[in-house]
């Protein structure tokens, strides 16, 4: 592993100019003394405060946001309005009323059906976005109840007609229910809606996509290939031949679920070994090592919750590996894709139990056309934070948290941070070449939490400088 100091005289010597992270002037401050970050070639604006926990967004045919707001269990609309790139709300109205709605949200691609759901069913409404109300409720799937991970992810097909993708998470931190498939924890299905009669059973009907998944919160779809991607919480507490090494240990994780058009996969439907198996981050903090990479699925000890049982890794080398791998604790809650398909996007929710928090953040994922990450599976550098908070040792209480994503016909970014009860615009500025963009090269260090190069945060700076251009800055600071 290179020294931190080879690291920062490498990074001083090779990268641009720095230059300091910018809102864009628009909006409110942030809320509770918030201190963003941003990387260069981007900027912010707080487009909404004040929200009750704000989680799954989306826009509808109208430009409007539909959010959940996890405080009032419903669906909110808020119209916006724009001037010289400032964006705000100019009114906001209650759509669903209280159903107990904590996360998931979908519309149609036509724009007039609205789907949402809390943590024991999933819903439909009729929808018109010229007047922001719903009628005609309908229960599409039942039997999602569970407790412990309560949200259940909601993806409507844009390759595949109908076909809505659900998630549901683990009931507790090691749920021995998972290893029992006919259970319905800790997995993603898919369910055709092109002629429902009678509510559908989660736990018994549906396209199995994947179980022995934790806690698959963030869920996309491949716009050119139609691939489905899952981004994964791994678990808390986990001890390995006597040893503590939830510190870095076990890696959260981006799953390749496959196809919703038929499109055979050998891993669809698959086992991905939880609870039983996790993927490595950190090698060198495991014992009995030799036959890890990053990314490679190990077995832990036993606990009670599994009731003393558990597997070895000769047993978890045999479930469906990771495609990609990073830091432990991050808490990822949202995967989106970009038009294109170069990019997928990632909200980082934090750590809650990290001596060092980490996440806190928005990044980016460099992607091929044809619908694969561009890193490989044991890569530790696969992100590029674009979006976080200064300091991370503020966390969680003064700072964002980010949950879920929409992105806008101009690519810009709407996401919401529930624990701030704030949307953030996140925009790519016109002119950068910046990390970010598909077709370019990641240089995130998979770790930080917060925007960084070569492994330095930021802490409100977009960039590192080259040596002789930071001593050049820095005089030009003070004679100025």
Not at 152 to 161: N, Q
Not at 238 to 263: C, Q, S, W
Not at 322 to 327: A, D, E, K, W
Request: some cysteine; glycine content about 10%.
């Amino acid at each position: 592993m290179r020294s931190a100091i080879t690291t920062t005289l490498g990074a001083a010597l090779l990268l641009p100019s720095l230059a300091f992270a910018q809102s864009s002037g628009c909006g409110p401050a942030p809320s509770n003394g918030i201190r963003p970050s941003i990387a260069s070639g981007y900027t912010y604006q707080v487009v909404a405060t004040g929200l009750s926990r704000p989680r799954g967004i989306h826009i509808d045919t109208e430009g409007n946001l539909l959010v959940v707001e996890r405080g009032k269990g419903a669906v909110t609309a808020h119209t916006l309005e724009e001037e010289n790139g400032c964006v705000s709300i100019a009114s906001s109205t209650d759509v669903t009323g209280d159903v107990r709605l904590n996360h998931g949200i979908e519309l149609s691609p036509d724009g007039t059906t609205l789907y949402a759901s809390n943590s024991d069913d999933m819903f439909s409404w009729t929808y018109d976005p010229s007047t922001r109300t719903v009628s005609n409720r309908n229960t599409l799937i039942t039997n999602l109840t569970g407790v412990g991970h309560s949200t259940r992810t909601l993806l409507l097909s844009r390759k595949t007609e109908g076909m809505m993708v659900v998630s549901k998470g683990s009931m507790e931190n090691i749920d021995i229910l998972a290893y029992d498939v006919s259970t319905g924890s800790s997995q993603v299905k898919a369910f055709n809606l092109t002629n429902v009669t009678d509510p559908y059973d989660y736990n018994n009907e549906g396209l199995l996509m994947g179980w022995g998944l934790r806690n698959e919160v963030g869920i996309g779809e491949h716009p050119e290939s139609g691939g489905i991607w899952g981004i994964e919480n791994s678990a808390d507490e986990l001890f390995r031949h006597g040893v503590d090494i939830h510190r870095n240990n076990p890696a959260e994780k981006i799953n390749f679920l496959g196809y919703l058009d038929g499109t055979e996969y050998e891993y669809q439907g698959a086992n991905f070994g939880y609870p039983w198996c996790f993927p490595v981050w950190e090698v060198e903090e495991l014992p009995q090592n030799e036959n890890l990479t990053v990314g490679s699925q190990f077995a832990i000890d036993s606990t009670p919750e599994a009731n003393g049982q558990n597997r070895t890794d000769e047993y978890c080398a045999e479930t469906a590996p990771p495609r990609l791998s990073f830091q432990a604790h991050m808490a990822p809650l949202d995967i989106k894709f970009n038009n294109s398909g170069q990019e997928a996007w990632i909200a980082w929710h934090g750590s809650w139990n990290r001596d060092d928090p980490v996440g806190y953040a928005l990044s980016v994922v460099s992607w091929e056309q044809d619908g694969e990450p561009t890193d490989p599976p044991d890569s530790m550098t696969a992100k590029t934070d674009i979006f976080g908070n200064e300091d991370l040792s503020r966390c969680p209480g003064n700072c964002h948290r980010p949950v879920a994503m929409a992105i806008d016909a101009q690519g810009r970014i709407y996401l919401t941070s529930d624990s701030s009860g704030e949307i953030y615009l996140i925009t790519k500025l016109a002119d950068s070449d910046d990390g970010g963009d598909g077709d370019s090269d990641s240089d995130g260090d998979g770790g930080s939490g917060e925007p960084d190069i070569a492994g330095l945060p930021l802490h409100g700076q977009a960039r590192l400088c080259g040596l002789a251009a930071c001593l050049l800055s820095v005089l030009a600071f003070f004679v100025w």
